[in-house]
T-cell receptor, first 113, second 112 residues
Framework: DTEVTQTPKHLVMGMTNKKSLKCEQHMGHRAMYWYKQKAKKPPELMFVYSYEKLSINESVPSRFSPECPNSSLLNLHLHALQPEDSALYLC????????????FGQGTRLTVV | DQQVKQNSPSLSVQEGRISILNCDYTNSMFDYFLWYKKYPAEGPTFLISISSIKDKNEDGRFTVFLNKSAKHLSLHIVPSQPGDSAVYFCAASDSGANNLFFGTGTRLTVIP
Protein backbone atom coordinates (compact mmCIF):
# COMPACT_ATOMS: atom_id res chain seq x y z
CA ASP A 1 0.00 0.00 0.00
CA THR A 2 1.73 3.17 -1.21
CA GLU A 3 -1.25 5.45 -0.88
CA VAL A 4 -1.94 8.60 1.03
CA THR A 5 -5.70 9.01 1.27
CA GLN A 6 -7.30 12.40 1.76
CA THR A 7 -10.94 13.11 2.54
CA PRO A 8 -13.03 14.83 1.43
CA LYS A 9 -11.94 15.39 -2.18
CA HIS A 10 -13.98 18.60 -2.39
CA LEU A 11 -15.24 20.90 0.34
CA VAL A 12 -17.27 24.10 0.20
CA MET A 13 -17.58 25.97 3.48
CA GLY A 14 -18.82 29.31 4.71
CA MET A 15 -16.63 31.74 6.58
CA THR A 16 -18.29 30.91 9.91
CA ASN A 17 -18.11 27.13 9.50
CA LYS A 18 -15.83 24.66 11.25
CA LYS A 19 -14.63 21.73 9.16
CA SER A 20 -11.77 19.22 9.14
CA LEU A 21 -9.60 17.71 6.44
CA LYS A 22 -8.37 14.18 6.98
CA CYS A 23 -5.30 12.32 5.77
CA GLU A 24 -4.35 8.69 6.28
CA GLN A 25 -1.36 6.54 5.35
CA HIS A 26 -0.47 2.95 6.21
CA MET A 27 3.09 2.86 4.96
CA GLY A 28 4.60 3.20 8.43
CA HIS A 29 5.87 6.66 7.56
CA ARG A 30 6.76 8.76 10.60
CA ALA A 31 6.73 12.20 8.97
CA MET A 32 3.53 13.79 7.65
CA TYR A 33 2.96 17.17 6.04
CA TRP A 34 0.27 19.64 5.03
CA TYR A 35 0.75 21.77 1.92
CA LYS A 36 -1.39 24.45 0.34
CA GLN A 37 -1.41 24.97 -3.41
CA LYS A 38 -3.05 27.90 -5.19
CA ALA A 39 -3.73 27.80 -8.92
CA LYS A 40 -0.60 28.00 -11.11
CA LYS A 41 1.61 28.16 -7.99
CA PRO A 42 3.90 25.57 -6.39
CA PRO A 43 2.81 23.73 -3.24
CA GLU A 44 3.66 25.70 -0.09
CA LEU A 45 4.55 23.93 3.13
CA MET A 46 2.20 24.60 6.07
CA PHE A 47 2.97 22.06 8.80
CA VAL A 48 5.28 19.10 9.43
CA TYR A 49 4.71 16.36 11.98
CA SER A 50 7.58 14.10 12.89
CA TYR A 51 6.86 11.11 15.12
CA GLU A 52 3.45 12.62 15.86
CA LYS A 53 4.94 15.87 17.14
CA LEU A 54 4.60 19.18 15.35
CA SER A 55 8.07 20.06 14.17
CA ILE A 56 7.46 22.83 11.66
CA ASN A 57 4.76 25.52 11.48
CA GLU A 58 5.46 27.83 8.57
CA SER A 59 3.78 30.90 10.13
CA VAL A 60 0.33 29.62 9.28
CA PRO A 61 -2.65 31.63 10.66
CA SER A 62 -4.34 30.14 13.72
CA ARG A 63 -7.55 29.56 11.77
CA PHE A 64 -5.70 26.43 10.52
CA SER A 65 -5.11 23.93 13.32
CA PRO A 66 -3.27 20.65 12.64
CA GLU A 67 -3.64 17.49 14.67
CA CYS A 68 -1.83 14.15 14.51
CA PRO A 69 -3.88 11.64 16.58
CA ASN A 70 -1.56 8.74 15.72
CA SER A 71 1.20 7.80 13.32
CA SER A 72 -1.23 7.01 10.49
CA LEU A 73 -3.57 9.98 10.71
CA LEU A 74 -3.23 13.70 10.16
CA ASN A 75 -6.06 16.21 10.44
CA LEU A 76 -6.33 19.87 9.54
CA HIS A 77 -9.06 21.71 11.44
CA LEU A 78 -10.48 24.78 9.74
CA HIS A 79 -12.34 27.63 11.43
CA ALA A 80 -13.33 31.12 10.32
CA LEU A 81 -11.56 30.85 6.99
CA GLN A 82 -11.40 33.62 4.42
CA PRO A 83 -12.18 33.35 0.68
CA GLU A 84 -8.45 33.70 -0.05
CA ASP A 85 -7.90 30.40 1.79
CA SER A 86 -9.58 28.62 -1.11
CA ALA A 87 -6.94 26.27 -2.54
CA LEU A 88 -5.90 22.65 -3.00
CA TYR A 89 -4.72 21.22 0.33
CA LEU A 90 -2.23 18.39 -0.04
CA CYS A 91 -1.13 15.88 2.55
CA UNK A 92 2.14 13.98 2.21
CA UNK A 93 4.14 11.44 4.17
CA UNK A 94 7.69 10.17 4.11
CA UNK A 95 9.71 7.52 5.86
CA UNK A 96 11.34 10.18 7.94
CA UNK A 97 12.56 13.71 7.68
CA UNK A 98 14.06 14.95 5.47
CA UNK A 99 11.77 14.41 2.55
CA UNK A 100 13.12 11.29 0.98
CA UNK A 101 10.54 10.24 -1.57
CA UNK A 102 7.53 11.87 0.03
CA UNK A 103 4.21 10.43 -1.14
CA PHE A 104 1.35 12.85 -1.73
CA GLY A 105 -2.39 12.38 -1.49
CA GLN A 106 -4.76 13.58 -4.20
CA GLY A 107 -5.63 16.67 -2.23
CA THR A 108 -8.79 18.36 -0.98
CA ARG A 109 -10.12 21.15 -3.16
CA LEU A 110 -11.40 23.73 -0.63
CA THR A 111 -13.68 26.60 -1.56
CA VAL A 112 -14.53 29.22 1.06
CA VAL A 113 -17.67 31.24 0.30
CA ASP B 1 11.36 34.95 -2.36
CA GLN B 2 11.37 31.93 -4.67
CA GLN B 3 14.36 29.77 -3.74
CA VAL B 4 13.67 27.18 -6.43
CA LYS B 5 12.92 28.37 -9.95
CA GLN B 6 11.80 26.73 -13.12
CA ASN B 7 12.11 29.41 -15.75
CA SER B 8 10.27 27.57 -18.50
CA PRO B 9 6.55 27.44 -17.74
CA SER B 10 5.96 25.11 -20.68
CA LEU B 11 7.78 22.76 -23.04
CA SER B 12 6.58 20.85 -26.11
CA VAL B 13 8.48 17.84 -27.43
CA GLN B 14 7.86 15.33 -30.18
CA GLU B 15 7.24 11.73 -29.10
CA GLY B 16 10.46 9.71 -29.04
CA ARG B 17 12.69 12.75 -28.61
CA ILE B 18 14.44 13.94 -25.44
CA SER B 19 12.69 16.23 -22.96
CA ILE B 20 14.95 18.41 -20.82
CA LEU B 21 13.43 20.24 -17.88
CA ASN B 22 15.56 22.73 -15.99
CA CYS B 23 15.61 23.98 -12.43
CA ASP B 24 17.73 26.58 -10.61
CA TYR B 25 18.08 27.18 -6.90
CA THR B 26 19.58 29.90 -4.79
CA ASN B 27 20.10 28.34 -1.35
CA SER B 28 23.50 26.67 -1.04
CA MET B 29 22.24 24.74 2.00
CA PHE B 30 19.99 22.57 -0.18
CA ASP B 31 21.40 19.05 -0.20
CA TYR B 32 18.64 16.89 -1.63
CA PHE B 33 16.65 17.41 -4.80
CA LEU B 34 13.54 15.74 -6.14
CA TRP B 35 11.38 15.80 -9.25
CA TYR B 36 7.63 15.34 -9.06
CA LYS B 37 5.07 14.89 -11.80
CA LYS B 38 1.56 16.24 -11.37
CA TYR B 39 -1.65 15.67 -13.27
CA PRO B 40 -4.62 18.03 -12.81
CA ALA B 41 -6.69 17.38 -9.66
CA GLU B 42 -4.10 14.91 -8.34
CA GLY B 43 -1.29 15.16 -5.84
CA PRO B 44 2.33 15.23 -7.05
CA THR B 45 3.89 11.85 -7.82
CA PHE B 46 7.53 11.29 -6.92
CA LEU B 47 9.73 10.59 -9.96
CA ILE B 48 13.40 10.67 -9.09
CA SER B 49 15.76 12.26 -6.59
CA ILE B 50 19.43 13.09 -6.20
CA SER B 51 21.64 13.82 -3.25
CA SER B 52 24.15 16.65 -3.37
CA ILE B 53 27.01 14.14 -3.12
CA LYS B 54 26.16 12.89 -6.62
CA ASP B 55 25.99 14.63 -9.97
CA LYS B 56 23.80 12.13 -11.80
CA ASN B 57 21.05 9.65 -10.99
CA GLU B 58 19.31 7.45 -13.52
CA ASP B 59 16.07 5.49 -13.31
CA GLY B 60 14.82 3.99 -16.55
CA ARG B 61 13.91 6.76 -18.96
CA PHE B 62 14.53 9.44 -16.34
CA THR B 63 17.93 10.95 -15.50
CA VAL B 64 18.57 13.85 -13.17
CA PHE B 65 21.78 15.86 -13.41
CA LEU B 66 23.04 18.14 -10.66
CA ASN B 67 25.57 20.97 -11.14
CA LYS B 68 26.24 22.27 -7.63
CA SER B 69 28.58 25.05 -8.69
CA ALA B 70 25.90 26.45 -10.99
CA LYS B 71 23.09 25.62 -8.54
CA HIS B 72 21.31 23.96 -11.42
CA LEU B 73 19.63 20.64 -11.99
CA SER B 74 17.90 19.12 -14.95
CA LEU B 75 15.61 16.20 -15.68
CA HIS B 76 16.07 14.30 -18.93
CA ILE B 77 13.33 12.03 -20.23
CA VAL B 78 14.36 9.73 -23.07
CA PRO B 79 12.44 8.72 -25.09
CA SER B 80 9.51 11.01 -24.36
CA GLN B 81 6.05 9.45 -24.46
CA PRO B 82 2.59 11.08 -24.69
CA GLY B 83 1.84 9.75 -21.19
CA ASP B 84 4.65 11.94 -19.88
CA SER B 85 2.53 15.02 -20.55
CA ALA B 86 2.01 16.67 -17.15
CA VAL B 87 3.34 19.44 -14.94
CA TYR B 88 6.80 18.70 -13.53
CA PHE B 89 7.91 20.23 -10.26
CA CYS B 90 11.48 20.44 -9.06
CA ALA B 91 11.87 20.45 -5.27
CA ALA B 92 14.84 21.07 -2.99
CA SER B 93 15.45 20.25 0.64
CA ASP B 94 17.80 21.47 3.33
CA SER B 95 17.90 18.30 5.40
CA GLY B 96 19.24 20.17 8.40
CA ALA B 97 16.22 22.48 8.43
CA ASN B 98 13.74 19.74 7.48
CA ASN B 99 12.06 21.78 4.79
CA LEU B 100 11.13 21.27 1.14
CA PHE B 101 10.68 24.00 -1.43
CA PHE B 102 8.99 23.53 -4.78
CA GLY B 103 9.68 25.28 -8.05
CA THR B 104 6.88 26.88 -10.04
CA GLY B 105 6.53 23.92 -12.39
CA THR B 106 6.97 23.25 -16.12
CA ARG B 107 4.10 21.93 -18.20
CA LEU B 108 5.45 19.27 -20.56
CA THR B 109 3.45 18.33 -23.63
CA VAL B 110 4.62 15.34 -25.65
CA ILE B 111 3.18 15.46 -29.14
CA PRO B 112 2.37 12.06 -30.72
Amino acid sequence: DTEVTQTPKHLVMGMTNKKSLKCEQHMGHRAMYWYKQKAKKPPELMFVYSYEKLSINESVPSRFSPECPNSSLLNLHLHALQPEDSALYLCASSQRQPYYEAFFGQGTRLTVV
Amino acid sequence: DQQVKQNSPSLSVQEGRISILNCDYTNSMFDYFLWYKKYPAEGPTFLISISSIKDKNEDGRFTVFLNKSAKHLSLHIVPSQPGDSAVYFCAASDSGANNLFFGTGTRLTVIP
